[in-house]
C-alpha cells in the first residue's frame, strides 16, 4: 500500500539520443557530425526539421517546478491490525489484567531501540502497519487527491505538506476502479492547489514532470515524455493509462503528473519494473478519467456509473468475417441481463455494439469506459449490427452498483468416462445431445434449457485453442440455434455450400454463461 504497483520485468534496448545542443535536419538524406570527424549518411528520409530548442527540451523546469510543488503533499496512512493468529506470545483480549504490564514492557523494549521510532506503542495484540505515497491539492480550502491504494483500509491518514505542516485528513470518497480517493483537510491559511487540464490533447512525445515523494526522500521533480496513451496493463476494468518516461518510484503514487502549463493531466500510478525502482516505463490515469469521479466522489461520497446491463466480448476476424462486419470492429454482446436497460431496449446476444454515444467502439474494451462516464438515467443512442444491418436502439442507463457479483467462468470437474448416448464428431469436437445423464455427468444446471454438449475437444484442434472444453453446449450456429449433433452438421454444411470460411458458435458453460467462438470451416 502506498507504493507505486510493479509488473513483471521487461527488458528494451537503450535509446540512442542526439548530442545535447546539436541541430538535426532531416531532408533528402541524413547526416551526424561525430567528434572524431567521420560522416555517416543513411538512406533517403521523409523531408522533416528539428529546431534546435525541440531537440534539446526545455531550456528549464525550474520555473514551472517551483509553481507547483508547493500544491504536492505527502500521504502517511497508517492501518491498525488485530493480531489473532496463535504464536509470537501469548495472545491477550483487551481489558485482562495483564495488559498493563505488557504495554510497559513493550514501551521500555522501544525505549531501548529494539522498536523503531517512537510514537504510540500499539498494545501487545495489535499491530501498525505504515505507508507513504503522495498527492496533490486542488482547493485552496483544503480538497486532496491520491491513489486510493495509497490509503485503502487505513485507519488514519496525514498530509504532510512542504513546510513540514501536518494535518489530519478525512476520506471525503474512495474509487477502487480508477484507483482514485479524495482527502480533506482544514488548514488555518489558504492552500497553494493546482487544476486539473486537458489530457485528451497529449500527444506522444509531449513534455512532462511528475512530482512526489519517491522513497520519502520529500519532493522530488522528474521529468520525461508521454510515451504512449491509452495503454491497457490490466489492471481493472477502465485501464486506459498515460505512458511515461519520467521517474515514477516508491512513494509516487497519487502524485501528480504536469503539463508543461503546470496542469494536472494524469495521477501517477503504476510502474513496470523487476526491483521496484524506475526504469522507464511509469504509468498514469489520466485526468480526463479522474475529474468525473473525483466530482461524484466530492458530491455523493461514491461513484454513480452508467450501467448498460450486457456482457460483452472482442471482436476478432474469424469473428468479423462470421458477421459480415467487413473489419474486425465493436463490441460483441455475449449475453444480456435479464433485468438490465439494454434487455427493455431491445438488444440481444449476437448484436455488435459499434457506436455509442455518438462515440465509435473500435474494440471491446471502449465500451465499459464510455458507459460508465456516462450520467445515470441518460438517454443514449446506440448502433447496433444485427444481421448484416445497422440500427439504432436508444438505451435509458440504469446505474452500475459496485457492489455487483461477477458470475464465476470456472467450469467444475467431471470424469471422464464416457457417456451412453452415442456422440459425433466435428470442428474437433464430439457431440451429444442434452440428456439428464449428460446434465449429472457435467453438472449442467436445470436453468440450462438446450443445446448440443460437447463431451470431448480434440487438443490440436482449433477448438481447444479457443478454449472450448467438454462439457459446454452449443446454443446456436451463426444466430440459429441448434439441438441435436444432427442440426450442427446440416448448419455447418449449409455454411459451406454457401462459400460461408467459418461458423460462429454460442457457447455456454454448465452455468449458462454464454460467449461467441468463431472456427473455420474445413
Known amino acids: 500500500m502506498g507504493l507505486a504497483r510493479r509488473f513483471l520485468p521487461v527488458s528494451f534496448p537503450l535509446p540512442v539520443r542526439p548530442a545535447r545542443g546539436r541541430a538535426l535536419r532531416f531532408g533528402s538524406s541524413l547526416a551526424l557530425s561525430l567528434t572524431s570527424g567521420l560522416m555517416l549518411a543513411t538512406t533517403s528520409l521523409p523531408p522533416f526539421t528539428l529546431v534546435e530548442a525541440q531537440a534539446r527540451g526545455p531550456e528549464s523546469l525550474a520555473d514551472l517546478s517551483a509553481a507547483v510543488s508547493d500544491a504536492v503533499v505527502n500521504i502517511s496512512a497508517t492501518q491498525t491490525v488485530d493480531e489473532k493468529r ?43 502497519s505504515n505507508s507513504l505515497g503522495s498527492g496533490f491539492v486542488i482547493d485552496p480550502a483544503g480538497i486532496i487527491i491520491t491513489n486510493n491504494h495509497v490509503i485503502a483500509d487505513a485507519n488514519e491518514v496525514t498530509v504532510i505538506f512542504t513546510d513540514g505542516q501536518k494535518l489530519k485528513a478525512q476520506v471525503l470518497g474512495k474509487d477502487a476502479k480508477v484507483d482514485v480517493a479524495v482527502l480533506k483537510v482544514k488548514p488555518e491559511k489558504p492552500l497553494k492547489a493546482v487544476k486539473f487540464g486537458d489530457s485528451e490533447v497529449m500527444r506522444v512525445g509531449d513534455w512532462v514532470i511528475a512530482v512526489g515523494n ?68 511509469g504509468f498514469a490515469t489520466p485526468a480526463s478519467m479522474v475529474v468525473p469521479i473525483v466530482e461524484q466522489l466530492q458530491k455523493f461520497g461514491e461513484t454513480r456509473r452508467g450501467w448498460l446491463g450486457v456482457r460483452i466480448q472482442n471482436v476478432d476476424d474469424t469473428i468479423a468475417e462470421s458477421l459480415n462486419l467487413g473489419t474486425a470492429r465493436g463490441a460483441l454482446i455475449a449475453g444480456v441481463d435479464d433485468k438490465g436497460p439494454a434487455k427493455s431496449a431491445g ?33 443514449v443512442p446506440v448502433v447496433l449490427i444485427r444481421q448484416g444491418k445497422e440500427i439504432t436502439k436508444n438505451v435509458k442507463l440504469g446505474r452500475l452498483e459496485d457492489n ?22 466435428v470442428l474437433g469436437m464430439s457431440l451429444s445431445a442434452l440428456t439428464d445423464e449428460a446434465r449429472q455427468k457435467f453438472a449442467i444446471r436445470d436453468t440450462v434449457a438446450s443445446g448440443v454438449v460437447i463431451t470431448d475437444v480434440d487438443p490440436e484442434s482449433a477448438a481447444a485453442e479457443k478454449h472450448i472444453q467438454p462439457g459446454e453446449l452449443v446454443v446456436e450456429i451463426n444466430q440459429d440455434a441448434v439441438k441435436t449433433p444432427a442440426e450442427i452438421n446440416k448448419k455447418l454444411q449449409s455454411l459451406k455450400e454457401q462459400g460461408k470460411k467459418s461458423a460462429l458458435l454460442l457457447v455456454s458453460n454448465g452455468q449458462g454463461e454464454v460467449r461467441f467462438v468463431a472456427l473455420a470451416i474445413p
Open 86 to 128: 496463535p504464536g509470537n506470545g501469548p495472545q491477550l483480549e483487551p481489558g485482562t489484567p495483564f495488559d498493563d504490564l505488557f504495554e510497559e514492557f513493550f514501551r521500555r523494549r522501544q525505549q531501548r531501540g529494539g522498536g523503531g521510532g517512537g510514537g504510540a506503542v500499539p498494545r501487545p495484540h495489535e499491530r501498525r
Open 404 to 425: 455487483e457479483k461477477q458470475a464465476s467462468l470456472n467450469t467444475p470437474d467431471r470424469d471422464e468416462s464416457a457417456l451412453g448416448s452415442a456422440s459425433q464428431r
Open 214 to 281: 519517491p522513497f520519502g526522500l520529500g519532493g522530488t521533480v522528474t521529468a520525461g515524455i508521454v510515451s504512449a496513451r491509452n495503454r491497457n496493463i490490466d489492471s481493472g476494468p477502465y485501464d486506459n493509462y498515460i505512458q511515461t518516461d519520467a521517474a515514477i518510484n516508491k512513494g509516487n503514487s497519487g502524485g501528480p503528473l504536469f503539463n508543461m502549463a503546470g496542469e494536472v493531466i494524469g495521477i501517477n500510478t503504476a510502474i513496470l519494473s523487476p526491483s521496484g525502482g524506475s526504469i522507464g516505463i
Open 347 to 379: 438488444l440481444s446476444a449476437g448484436d455488435v455494439i459499434v457506436k455509442f454515444d455518438g462515440t465509435a467502439i473500435k474494440e471491446s474494451r471502449d465500451l465499459p469506459k464510455l458507459v460508465a462516464m456516462a450520467a445515470v438515467g441518460k438517454d
